[in-house]
């Protein structure tokens, strides 16, 4: 049943599975009750939204056709826009999300281009230059297919790289997607990082970050919308008109009590989820997104 103390949110607003790190659970954290997609798009759905994305940390890409199929038939049920997500891009693990997408009804795959991350300068220039070869290749079928894809600024290539693949392609198939914390790995704020990758932004990855001291040094950690240092009035003055025509997907990197019971971080990152998607009618309302 529908949460009646949320709104409804506008349709291009989504959310990300990486919003549920812990209740979907890594290698670090194991979930006493681990969500998959279809728990994931039931709660998201509660909660108001009509987009979601599904990303490699759900592993649905070892979903049987079956299960896929149940997907799409799910968000048809819920009113649902699906986007998936993909790490790491080469032929096969492309070739094998557009079968994906194809199957489950999404219009967008988000693709981070390196499973690793740090990558040295002559690592990030062959990857680069690999990209660039596949996405000449493909990007007319992802037009025919009608999919967008966008590369996803991580730890792996530059921004000026990312926007080097972009402006090389000029394709309409092919964007960037900009989250506004992972530029924080290359030392860049995310107003830089989103000056420098505007013209192709097809997608973004909204969650805020706060900075401290450490023991030696600063530690950077995400929090909850609204309550760190990321300029959100910023952000979407600089995306402008295009804030409304592309999908702007909530995801948290929020890190949890190490102290806490299983339980209570599960509860904790709801809560989490909840604030944030409550900031975001707030921006929605003043903003008109």
């Keep these: ?34 969500m998959d997609a279809f728990s994931f798009m039931e709660k998201a759905h509660q ?9 490699e940390n759900l592993n649905y890409v070892m979903y049987s056709k079956n299960d896929l199929q149940r997907l799409r038939a799910m ?4 009113g649902m826009t699906v986007e998936v997500g993909l790490r790491k891009l080469d032929e096969e693990n492309l070739s094998r999300h557009i079968e994906i997408a194809l199957q489950v009804g999404a219009v967008f795959i988000r693709a981070v281009l390196h499973d690793h991350d740090n990558l040295s300068r002559q690592e990030q220039e062959n990857v680069v230059t690999a990209a ?48 506004t914390t992972n530029s924080l790995g290359f030392l860049e704020t995310p107003e830089c990082t989103l000056k420098n990758m505007v013209d192709f932004v097809s997608s973004v990855h909204l969650k ?19 309550e760190g240092a990321l300029d959100i009035p910023a952000v979407f003055s600089l995306l402008g008109d295009k804030a409304s025509r ?19 971080v599960l509860e904790w990152e709801e809560d989490i989820i909840r604030k944030n998607t409550r900031k975001i009618e707030i921006i929605d309302k003043e903003t008109r997104l």
Excluded at 47 to 55: A, D, E, K, S, V
Excluded at 132 to 150: E, S
Aim: contains cysteine; glycine residues 8%.
């Design 47 to 55: 909660m108001g939204y009509r987009r979601i994305q599904l990303c």
């Design 132 to 179: 660039i070869k596949l996405l000449k290749q493909w990007a007319p079928r992802l037009a025919d297919y009608g999919f967008t894809l966008g590369l996803e600024n991580h730890f792996d290539v530059t921004t000026r790289d990312l926007v080097r693949i972009a402006a090389e392609l000029a394709s309409s198939s092919v964007g960037l997607v900009f989250d």
């Design 246 to 264: 592309i999908s702007i997907i909530l995801e948290s990197a929020a890190r949890r009590n190490f102290q806490d019971t299983p339980e209570h």
């Design 1 to 34: 049943m529908q949460d009646q103390a949320i709104s409804i949110l506008p349709e291009h607003i989504g959310l990300g599975s990486f919003a549920f790190r812990y209740a979907i659970g890594f290698k670090a954290f194991k979930s006493p009750r681990p």
């Design 75 to 78: 968000s048809k049920d819920l």
């Design 208 to 226: 805020d970050y706060k900075i401290q001291k450490g023991e030696t040094g600063y530690e950077i950690i995400g929090t909850a919308l609204g």
